[in-house]
């Protein structure tokens, strides 16, 4: 069963605290993306990385970090740089970059505490 | 950076009917994507369109893409309540930039 998958679905953030969204897909895709989407908008782009080992920033990468070590894996860092990250979390993939469908995930909703 | 803007916000309307969304770009695309997006949930792409194509049909869906308006319109024919959804262009700007720029999405309602 080929998709991409989440976790964990809800997650809580300490003031403070550095928290990592789970991303995979055994879709065989080179290219991976995460979005931000706040109520009622559409996605922003955080980062995005067109091959293993290699990313780039988004429009709005700050106070959020990333690494692709593998290709079927893209988690995506919150770190206590980012002082509102309260949202819903989107990553996708696509089988070699932008001009390609992409598929996406079910999706993380972060909530600070 | 917004490259689609979408238009309108919210659309509400009978089943049977059709249901058309609108969606302006800014720059040069290579190719317009309209995706799908239930309540708290991921997106689903529906139809992609190439910049040298200008209409294109899937099921119920029909996507026009005006290059020289640099505008596209999703009709959903015969619409049904499980349309209700929020609904997505994104845009892939000339140039391989290597990454879509999504707009902010027609909220549609459809009442049984």
């Known amino acids: 069963d080929g998709g991409i998958t989440q976790s964990p679905k809800y997650l809580f953030r300490k003031e403070g605290q550095n928290v990592t969204l789970s991303c995979e897909q055994n879709l065989n895709h080179d290219a991976m993306y995460w979005y931000r989407q706040d109520p009622g908008q559409g996605l922003r782009l955080i980062y995005y990385?067109?091959?293993?080992?290699?990313?780039q920033k988004g429009d709005i990468a700050e106070g959020y970090s990333v690494s692709r070590e593998k290709k079927e894996s893209f988690p995506l860092t919150v770190t206590s740089a980012q002082k509102n990250p309260t949202a819903f979390y989107l990553c996708a993939s696509s089988a070699t970059g932008a001009s390609e469908t992409q598929y996406f995930g079910p999706g993380t909703r972060l909530l600070v505490l | 950076s917004q490259q689609g803007e979408e238009d309108p916000q919210a659309l509400s309307i009978q089943e049977g009917e059709n249901a058309t969304m609108n969606c302006s770009y800014k720059t040069s695309i290579n190719n317009l994507q309209w995706y799908r997006q239930n309540s708290g949930r991921g997106l689903v792409h529906l139809i992609l369109?190439?910049?040298?194509?200008r209409e294109k049909h899937s099921g119920r869906l029909r996507v026009t893409l005006d290059t020289s308006k640099k505008s596209s319109s999703l009709l959903i024919t015969a619409s049904r309540a499980a349309d209700t959804a929020s609904y997505f262009c994104a845009t892939d700007a000339a140039g391989n930039t290597g990454k879509l720029i999504f707009g902010q999405g027609t909220t549609l309602q459809v009442k049984p």
């Open positions: 990385s067109q091959i293993v080992n290699d990313f």
């Open positions: 369109i190439r910049s040298n194509e």
